[in-house]
Nanobody, 121 residues
Framework: QVQLVESGGGLVRPGGSLRLSCTAP????????IGWFRQAPGKEREGVSCISSRDVSSYYVDSVKGRFTISRDNAKNTVYLQMNSLKPEDTAIYYCAAAMLCGSTADYDYWGQGTQVTVSS
């Protein structure tokens, strides 16, 4: 069973930064596009960002453009989401997921358990 593992969440003040990491022990992420999703209480899960398998393309939802940066280090089998200028509305559980191509939520085959990000003063 493939399991992705997220880390790096926490409590941060508005305007602060966090870096989330996504890895998969025993499973190579190199050939997969990796997406970051988030789900706030009472809301549907939304796609935040995605990076293609060869690091050629990356995508962001409009609400995080200019603030979040996705990257991958295949040597470390890890994908990162650098989150700057965080806002209270960024508060959610963040998930990473793997797919052959960046796409909609249904396209992702493997998911992590999520990491909580809370932005509050």
């Amino acid at each position: 069973q493939v399991q992705l593992v997220e880390s790096g969440g926490g409590l941060v003040r508005p305007g602060g930064s966090l870096r989330l990491s996504c890895t998969a022990p025993g499973f190579t992420l190199d050939y997969y596009a990796i997406g970051w999703f988030r789900q706030a209480p009472g809301k549907e899960r939304e796609g935040v960002s995605c990076i293609s398998s060869r690091d050629v393309s990356s995508y962001y939802v409009d609400s995080v453009k200019g603030r979040f940066t996705i990257s991958r280090d295949n040597a470390k089998n890890t994908v990162y989401l650098q989150m700057n200028s965080l806002k209270p509305e960024d508060t959610a559980i963040y998930y990473c997921a793997a797919a052959m191509l960046c796409g909609s939520t249904a396209d992702y085959d493997y998911w992590g358990q999520g990491t909580q990000v809370t932005v509050s003063s």
